[in-house]
């Protein structure tokens, strides 16, 4: 070999190295990069594949991206973009897709523009998805060929070689999760096509076609969905008011494309009472807010009350509007762009760079002070609307002192009906919020008195999303859920702030039958915790009890399960010595065809439980389902509930 061969070869095998190394440092540590490696985690990896197709979209060479969930839970992702670059890499000695497919941050390594292959804060690169992959294949068609490659957690199989001809262009990712990484390997459509159907508003323009080949219609056709906006945030905000009654014809819409913050903010109001705010930065959903947000709600407050104070319309009010008041009935999607987002916060979905807050503040302002002046008669109703959240605030403020009034006076101040623990400390002790009295009894006598609570809930609380606060605090059930909790609202600032200080339990499990009225009382409460005690939620106090779906039982064997898989195992593993029929199967619909012995077991026995974390994944889609679900319109929940009713368990 000549000295230049040998150079080659060694540059060669030290690159391969530290590729190895790099992937190695993935499968070791893959929280660092993908978050977790529960469902969540998983779900990133198809965030992260889609992400590079909307940059490819973003940059103007792609339209169309399809997302498969295929039989064995591996997902294709297909994009009609201009195909990774597959010629020689010259400092690499190998295919410019080989090393956008192995080496991390491929992304970084090369000029910016032409090989960036990774979106916004997900930016992990596909190379962390390879190397979490037991198996990847990436098919590139480009300059009238096929080209593919395949690894298996990361490792090239073969050099990139070219399979047939083409005229297409664009880039199709397959990829199945390493089993011996994610503790969980089961898609969830609800989650992906919240995501995707998020994406798609935020970028009109990309078509996004779902297919889910594991569920099949009765046609036998696979479940499927098609997300395309034209008029992005502005048909986003009235998607998530579908359900609502408007109070402005059309959303306000703002965009800015000066400065260094490119942003869009969509917003509207309806005759509800809630506040339906999600944010964006970089197409990422940032549940916890931050400057963006924080500008946002600066320019509304600012510029509503200075045009209010204006036209007069404020003159017979005697009382204080504040902040809350321009906030209830309020949808809005604020999307920003920064360049390098500081993310802070307890799960890092938090902007925390401070000069976005000036310019959301000012390009806000200004749009919706110019709004508000040429359309005086939707001015109006704004500002009707927030007189009337600031007379209802004063009289949420007296129900709701008379709540926890009661409570001081009352000996131990907690409801009767609750059975409480044992135990004084929050974080040994649970709270199981039971559908019904007799399974409320039976969970009762079934529980560990020492550390398990039981508050029985009759029949339908109240739906919080229809009401108005303050007669939240007239309904018993929510009364004693409150005063069990051990939970007060409402600081000077902040009327609706929720103090957790004196929480009393540090598990809440909503424990309800597994019908349709189960799942429906369940949604009313998770609505509740959703709306007034969203901390709860996001500091993962809130579980929600899976009871068993069926008994098997064989002589004295008795053995339970949650699954139609796990049923069909067990029945076949119960009938060795060949005598199917011999297994009783009984399908369990209610918690009260367990006796107490039975619920304990199965359901709230710490050691064989299964109980789910309840956590917002995409708030966007959690509020549109509640509402859904929830709110005045009949015909929008029909056509929901029909069209899933097939597909199992709706997650929340
Ligand atoms: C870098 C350069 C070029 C395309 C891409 C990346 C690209 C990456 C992905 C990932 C998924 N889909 C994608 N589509 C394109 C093209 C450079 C050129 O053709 O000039």
Same mark, same amino acid.
């Given at each position: 070999?000549?000295? =230049?061969k040998?150079k080659?070869?060694?540059?060669?095998s030290?690159?391969n190295?530290?590729?190895l190394?790099?992937l190695?440092?993935?499968r070791?540590?893959?929280?660092?990069?993908?978050g977790?490696?529960?469902?969540?985690g998983l779900?990133h990896l198809?965030w992260?594949?889609?992400? +590079?197709s909307?940059? =490819?979209?973003?940059?103007?060479?792609? $339209?169309?991206?399809?997302?498969t969930?295929?039989t064995?839970?591996?997902?294709t /992702?297909?994009?009609?973009g201009?195909?990774i670059?597959?010629?020689?890499?010259?400092k %690499?000695k190998?295919?410019?897709?080989e090393?956008?497919m192995?080496v991390?941050?491929?992304? !970084?390594?090369?000029?910016?523009?032409?090989?960036?292959?990774?979106?916004g804060?997900? !930016?992990?690169?596909?190379?962390c998805?390879?190397a979490?992959?037991i198996?990847?294949?990436?098919t590139v068609?480009?300059d009238?060929?096929?080209f593919?490659?395949?690894y298996?957690?990361?490792i090239p199989q073969?050099?990139?070689?070219v399979?047939g001809e083409s005229?297409?262009?664009? &880039?199709?990712i397959?990829?199945?999760?390493?089993?011996?990484?994610?503790?969980?390997?089961?898609?969830?459509?609800v989650t992906?096509?919240g995501?995707l159907r998020?994406?798609?508003?935020?970028?009109?323009?990309?078509?996004i076609?779902?297919?889910d080949?594991?569920e099949?219609?009765e046609?036998?056709?696979p479940?499927?969905?098609?997300?395309?906006? #034209?008029g992005g945030?502005r048909?986003?905000?009235?998607?998530m008011?579908?359900t609502?009654e408007?109070?402005i014809?059309e959303?306000?819409?703002v #965009?800015s494309?000066?400065? &260094?913050?490119?942003l869009?903010v969509a917003m509207s109001?309806?005759? *509800?009472?809630?506040?339906n705010l999600?944010?964006?930065v970089n197409?990422?959903?940032?549940?916890?807010g931050? &400057?963006?947000v924080?500008?946002?709600?600066?320019?509304l407050?600012?510029? @509503?009350?200075t045009y209010a104070e204006?036209s007069?319309?404020?003159?017979k009010v005697?009382?204080d509007?504040n902040g809350?008041?321009?906030?209830?009935?309020?949808t809005?999607?604020i *999307?920003?762009k920064?360049?390098?987002?500081?993310f802070?916060?307890?799960?890092k979905?938090?902007?925390?760079?401070? $000069?976005?807050?000036?310019? /959301?503040?000012?390009?806000?302002? %200004?749009?919706l002070?110019?709004?508000l %002046?040429e359309?005086?008669k939707?001015?109006?109703?704004i500002? +009707?609307?927030?007189?009337?959240a600031?007379?209802?605030r004063?009289a949420?403020r007296?129900a709701?002192?008379m709540?926890?009034?009661k409570n001081v006076l009352?000996g131990t101040?907690?409801p009767g009906?609750l059975a409480?623990?044992?135990?004084?400390?929050?974080a /040994?002790?649970e709270?199981?919020? /039971?559908e019904?009295?007799?399974a409320?009894?039976s969970a009762?006598q079934?529980?560990?008195?020492?550390?398990?609570?039981?508050l029985p809930?009759r029949?339908?609380? @109240?739906?919080?999303?229809?009401?108005?606060?303050h007669?939240?605090?007239?309904?018993e059930?929510?009364?004693?859920?409150?005063?069990?909790l051990?939970v007060?609202?409402g600081?000077?600032?902040?009327?609706?702030?929720?103090n957790?200080s004196k929480?009393?339990?540090?598990?809440?499990?909503?424990m309800?039958?597994?019908?349709? $009225?189960?799942s429906h009382?369940?949604?009313?409460i998770?609505?509740?915790?959703?709306?007034y005690?969203?901390? @709860?939620i #996001?500091?993962?106090?809130?579980y929600?009890?899976?009871?068993?779906?069926?008994? @098997?039982?064989?002589?004295?064997? %008795?053995?339970?399960c949650?699954?139609?898989?796990?049923r069909d195992?067990?029945?076949k593993e119960?009938?060795?010595?060949?005598k199917?029929?011999s297994v009783?199967v009984?399908r369990?619909?209610?918690?009260g065809?367990?006796?107490p012995?039975?619920?304990w077991? &199965?359901?709230m026995?710490p050691?064989?439980?299964?109980l789910?974390?309840?956590?917002?994944e995409s708030a966007?889609?959690?509020?549109?389902l509640f509402?859904?679900?929830?709110g005045?319109?009949?015909?929008?929940r029909r056509d929901?509930?029909e069209k899933?009713?097939?597909?199992?368990?709706? $997650?929340?």
């Amino acid at each position: 070999m000549t000295a =230049e061969k040998l150079k080659k070869a060694a540059e060669y095998s030290a690159s391969n190295i530290q590729v190895l190394e790099g992937l190695e440092a993935v499968r070791k540590r893959p929280a660092m990069y993908i978050g977790d490696v529960s469902v969540k985690g998983l779900h990133h990896l198809v965030w992260e594949v889609v992400d +590079n197709s909307i940059d =490819e979209a973003l940059a103007g060479f792609c $339209d169309l991206i399809k997302v498969t969930i295929n039989t064995d839970n591996s997902v294709t /992702v297909e994009d009609n973009g201009r195909g990774i670059p597959t010629d020689m890499h010259v400092k %690499e000695k190998r295919s410019a897709l080989e090393v956008v497919m192995t080496v991390l941050h491929a992304g !970084g390594k090369f000029d910016k523009d032409t090989y960036k292959v990774s979106g916004g804060l997900h !930016g992990v690169g596909v190379s962390c998805v390879n190397a979490l992959s037991i198996m990847l294949r990436a098919t590139v068609y480009r300059d009238g060929k096929v080209f593919q490659q395949e690894y298996s957690r990361g490792i090239p199989q073969y050099p990139v070689k070219v399979i047939g001809e083409s005229d297409l262009r664009g &880039t199709t990712i397959d990829f199945k999760p390493d089993a011996d990484i994610f503790q969980v390997l089961e898609y969830n459509y609800v989650t992906v096509s919240g995501r995707l159907r998020e994406l798609a508003f935020l970028n009109p323009g990309i078509r996004i076609i779902l297919k889910d080949l594991r569920e099949k219609d009765e046609k036998g056709e696979p479940r499927s969905d098609e997300f395309f906006s #034209e008029g992005g945030l502005r048909e986003f905000v009235q998607y998530m008011d579908s359900t609502r009654e408007k109070l402005i014809s059309e959303p306000i819409y703002v #965009e800015s494309n000066k400065g &260094t913050t490119p942003l869009q903010v969509a917003m509207s109001y309806n005759t *509800s009472f809630s506040e339906n705010l999600v944010s964006y930065v970089n197409n990422i959903n940032t549940h916890e807010g931050g &400057t963006h947000v924080a500008g946002f709600r600066r320019a509304l407050t600012r510029t @509503l009350k200075t045009y209010a104070e204006k036209s007069g319309l404020l003159e017979k009010v005697k009382i204080d509007i504040n902040g809350d008041d321009f906030r209830e009935g309020l949808t809005a999607v604020i *999307s920003v762009k920064v360049a390098e987002p500081q993310f802070e916060g307890q799960t890092k979905t938090k902007l925390g760079n401070s $000069d976005v807050m000036g310019a /959301v503040d000012q390009a806000m302002g %200004e749009a919706l002070q110019n709004f508000l %002046e040429e359309h005086p008669k939707d001015a109006k109703m704004i500002v +009707n609307k927030v007189i009337l959240a600031a007379q209802a605030r004063h009289a949420a403020r007296k129900a709701r002192e008379m709540v926890q009034r009661k409570n001081v006076l009352s000996g131990t101040g907690l409801p009767g009906k609750l059975a409480d623990c044992a135990s004084t400390d929050p974080a /040994v002790s649970e709270l199981y919020l /039971v559908e019904g009295d007799s399974a409320g009894g039976s969970a009762k006598q079934g529980r560990n008195r020492h550390f398990q609570a039981i508050l029985p809930l009759r029949g339908k609380i @109240l739906n919080v999303e229809k009401a108005q606060e303050h007669k939240i605090y007239d309904n018993e059930e929510i009364k004693n859920m409150i005063t069990a909790l051990g939970v007060s609202f409402g600081t000077n600032d902040d009327h609706k702030a929720l103090n957790l200080s004196k929480l009393r339990y540090h598990k809440i499990v909503i424990m309800t039958d597994a019908d349709v $009225d189960g799942s429906h009382i369940r949604t009313l409460i998770l609505t509740f915790f959703f709306r007034y005690m969203r901390d @709860l939620i #996001e500091q993962g106090y809130v579980y929600i009890a899976l009871p068993p779906l069926y008994q @098997l039982k064989k002589g004295k064997e %008795e053995r339970y399960c949650w699954t139609e898989q796990e049923r069909d195992a067990i029945i076949k593993e119960m009938a060795r010595d060949g005598k199917a029929d011999s297994v009783n199967v009984q399908r369990y619909k209610g918690l009260g065809e367990m006796n107490p012995e039975q619920l304990w077991s &199965t359901t709230m026995d710490p050691e064989r439980r299964s109980l789910k974390l309840v956590n917002i994944e995409s708030a966007a889609e959690a509020d549109h389902l509640f509402s859904m679900l929830m709110g005045d319109e009949v015909a929008p929940r029909r056509d929901f509930i029909e069209k899933n009713a097939k597909y199992a368990n709706i $997650d929340i």
